[in-house]
């Protein structure tokens, strides 16, 4: 692969991050990398990706890097491992899968997975072993359901007016996202149309944010509160003209219900939920209500409480009220997930799905592989997993029984990993596994419109080997017969594309992305929303947003009939005064550059901010070592004394390292892994603690 001279490679960001940057990656004439920059003619990337992919050669050629396949030799956890060949390794799992099978049966095999790269052939081939054996099926719950959820509640349809737009907007609306951190490409946009159009840009938070601090008007609420301030903008929209009845007489389902609903959920009601003033609220509903050119950019962050489905879908709604969906760099959007209408049967096997398979519930980890019959879904035990593009030992929620299931001696566990994260650490064996680049995959855009192709641009380190080659070795191990596992990764993307209706991989690889935006009337649904009826659904139906055979999760039917605040957060109470939220970190994505030096460098230590009344109630001064805790749990951070956000909520940015905690205990020890209604997710901004010095 290697050529003698520097050039330019095209590229895109693998990671679970909505922008999904088209890059431009230098590559050096000894065949390593440089620095990587966004790619310019890419519309939304617009030449600008975040710092810690820019300097990914850090991560790329990192000493830590796994490069050969490690048994382990002492006890789980223990960090002692020998290196072995890749047959010995290989021929392991297949022999503990075949074993786990007979004695257990097929679903006692977990293969398991996430989004550590977002390329559809490396992240979603585990799926066609999968099906092929039927093992184990995977309930994806730990990320988007409570949003999407939400989102199409009301819409019927998961897109929305082009990301683009926000350019053309005169008030962007940056709802309990991050963006500054989690998807800097919004801003581009939203500062462009600052500059060009004197636009206002609204975020609403529950902390000081950078994006609040860039922001016009920051609104920091309390958490899980967000569906109270929609109510009450709604309340004012009403109340004082802004409402597009003739839009909603054609439009939505049930306006008038809407309205006399909102009545009683005036800003006074909402001020006292959210902690905001009357005066904050009022002037919030004012600027949306009299900017025809309102675009909501609503995030994942505020969907991620017991109620964050109902507060997508309220928040959605204020969009409806206004009628601002039809104009130009207007309307509310939140991922364009449908527009790629993607065939993926020869990637995951789908021609071989057996819905008679056991399904667990990703985020009910903690509860299955320590055995809980429910969790288990009346099958067998857990006793057998392969984990790729995962780390559930710092990720999931529960991480007390997280840890004890990774600890049982009877569960065989193989991690194919980049690094020795805390979940390969638990391993009974561990491979080492490919970067992006050292891979070709394919990606589409959450937050934007592309399809974009990541070729293969260096080589691998060692012996890493990338998760297909390891999904197809298993497969010829195990009998397991697909075509799949036969074509290369390119054979894949191109069959993809062919499939799909979006041409060919050489087409694709010429043009480095595709603009897959639908027309303005598509997007915008000027012909009717996603439902049968075409209307805007103010009261859905929870139970079927998915129609009826969807396995729902959580407490669904008592959820609001109409947008509500739904009282079900974890309120603080006299033993956990405060409310914990754990937001990404600005040089982390989830676990991945928790282990590269400028992030670690710049992120410092783990951190909890603290309102300056409550740390000077209890004593604590900055850089204290504290504590905080709950049922499930104690956490050690270091303090930091922060007054950009309300006295009784605290803030924990990162999912660190376990070992990067004073005591080796991770913060979602904190975290509960009860379900969010009505599909399913975590509740990861949404525990109670109490708070002490250490
Ligand atoms: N740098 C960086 N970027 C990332 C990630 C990362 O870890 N680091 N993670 C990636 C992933 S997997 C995802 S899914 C996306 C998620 O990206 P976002 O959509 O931005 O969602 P979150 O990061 O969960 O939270 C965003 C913001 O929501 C706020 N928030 C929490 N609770 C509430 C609430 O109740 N109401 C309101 N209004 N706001 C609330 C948080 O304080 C945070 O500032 O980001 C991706 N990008
Ligand atoms: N407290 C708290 N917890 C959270 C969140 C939060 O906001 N707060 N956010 C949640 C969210 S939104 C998400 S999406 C999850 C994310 O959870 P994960 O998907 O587990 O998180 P990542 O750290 O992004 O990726 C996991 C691993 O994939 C590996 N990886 C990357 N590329 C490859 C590859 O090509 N092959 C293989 N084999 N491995 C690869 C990386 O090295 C990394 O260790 O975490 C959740 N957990
Ligand atoms: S992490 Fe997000 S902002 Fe950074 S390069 Fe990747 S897609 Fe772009
Ligand atoms: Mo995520």
């Known amino acids: 692969m290697n050529v003698a001279v520097p050039r330019i490679g095209k590229s895109a960001c693998p990671h679970d991050c909505p922008s999904t940057c088209a890059l431009d990656v230098e590559i050096k004439a000894d065949g390593s990398i440089g620095r990587l920059h966004g790619t310019a003619d890419n519309r939304y990337t617009a030449g600008v990706i975040c710092a810690k992919v820019a300097r990914y050669a850090e991560r790329v050629s990192h000493k830590d890097r796994l490069t050969k396949p490690l048994l382990r030799t002492g006890p789980k956890g223990s960090g002692q491992f020998r290196e072995i060949s890749w047959t010995e390794a290989l021929d392991r799992i297949a022999g503990a899968f075949t074993e786990a099978t007979a004695a257990y049966g097929s679903e006692s095999v977990y293969p398991c997975f996430y989004a550590g790269t977002m390329g559809q052939v490396q992240r979603d081939g585990i799926n066609r072993l999968r099906h092929e ?64 159009r004197g636009a206002k840009i609204v975020a609403v938070d529950v902390y000081q944010t950078e994006t609040v601090r860039q922001a016009d008007l920051g ?4 958490p899980g509160t967000d569906a109270a301030l929609a109510c009450a903008v709604m309340h004012v929209a009403f109340r004082d003209g802004y409402a597009d009845r003739a839009f909603m007489a054609r439009f939505a389902d049930a306006p008038e219900e809407l309205e006399a609903h909102v009545k009683s959920r005036d800003p006074a009601w909402a001020a006292a939920i959210t902690g905001l003033s009357v005066d904050q609220i009022e002037a919030f509903a004012r600027l949306v209500g009299a900017t025809p050119r309102t675009y909501f950019r609503l995030g994942y962050g505020f969907t991620r409480s017991r109620n964050g489905a109902a507060s997508m879908h309220a928040a959605t709604s204020i969009a409806t009220v206004l009628g601002l969906w039809q104009r130009e760099g207007a309307g509310a959007f939140h991922n364009n997930g449908a527009i790629y209408h993607f065939n993926k049967t020869m990637i995951e096997g789908l021609d071989m799905v057996d819905p008679g398979t056991r399904e667990l519930v990703q985020t009910d980890m903690a509860a299955f592989l320590t055995g809980d019959p429910a969790a288990l ?58 970067m992006f680049l050292e891979h070709d995959d394919i990606y589409k855009g959450g937050g934007q419109q592309s399809i974009l192709f990541g070729p293969k641009l260096v080589e691998a380190p060692g012996e890493a080997r990338e998760n297909h080659w390891v999904i197809s070795e298993l497969a010829r191990r195990l009998g397991a017969r697909h075509p799949g596992f036969d074509m290369t990764p390119r054979e894949h993307i191109d069959w993809l594309l062919r499939n799909s209706g979006w041409g060919t991989l050489a087409e694709l690889e010429e043009k480095h992305f595709l603009d897959c935006q639908p027309d303005f009337d598509e997007a915008h649904f000027v012909n009717g929303f996603g439902w049968p009826d075409g209307k805007f659904r103010f009261k859905p139906d929870w139970g079927s947003v998915y129609g009826d055979g969807q396995k ?143």
């Open 133 to 196: 054996m039927k093992y184990s099926r995977e309930f994806g719950t730990i990320c988007v359901n409570p949003a999407w959820t939400g989102w199409l509640a009301g819409t019927g349809k998961l897109s929305g007016p082009d990301p683009r737009e926000i350019a053309l907007s005169d008030c962007v609306v940056i709802w309990g996202t991050n963006a500054v951190v989690t998807q800097v490409n919004v801003m581009t946009h939203a500062i462009k149309a600052r500059k060009t």
């Open 219 to 222: 609104l920091v609420i309390r």
């Open 377 to 434: 879904a009346g099958g067998p035990p857990v006793k057998a997993m392969l984990i790729q593009n995962t780390n559930p030992v710092a990720v999931q929620p529960d991480q007390t029984r997280i840890r004890q299931g990774f600890a049982r001696e009877d569960l065989f566990v193989a991690v194919h990993e980049q690094f020795m994260t805390d979940t390969a650490r638990m391993a009974d064996l561990v491979l080492p596994a490919t």
């Open 552 to 694: 729902r999760l959580g407490p669904w039917d008592a959820m609001p009939r109409l947008p509500d605040f739904w009282p079900v957060i974890e309120e603080a109470d006299e033993a956990h005064p405060f409310r914990l939220v754990t937001p990404p970190a600005r040089n982390f994505l989830n676990t991945t550059f928790v282990e590269t030096p400028t992030s670690l460098q710049k992120e410092s230590r783990p951190t909890l901010k603290v309102h300056p009344d409550a740390a000077g109630r209890l004593g604590i001064a900055t850089g204290d070592l504290v504590e905080i805790g709950n049922m499930r749990g104690t956490v050690r951070l270091t303090a930091q004394i922060f007054d950009g956000v309300q006295p009784g909520v605290v803030i924990a940015e990162g999912i660190w390292s376990l070992a990067a905690h004073e005591g080796g205990v991770g913060i979602n020890t904190l975290v509960g892994a009860d379900q969010v209604a009505p599909y399913g997710g975590a509740a990861f901004h949404d525990s109670k603690v109490w708070l002490r010095k250490a």
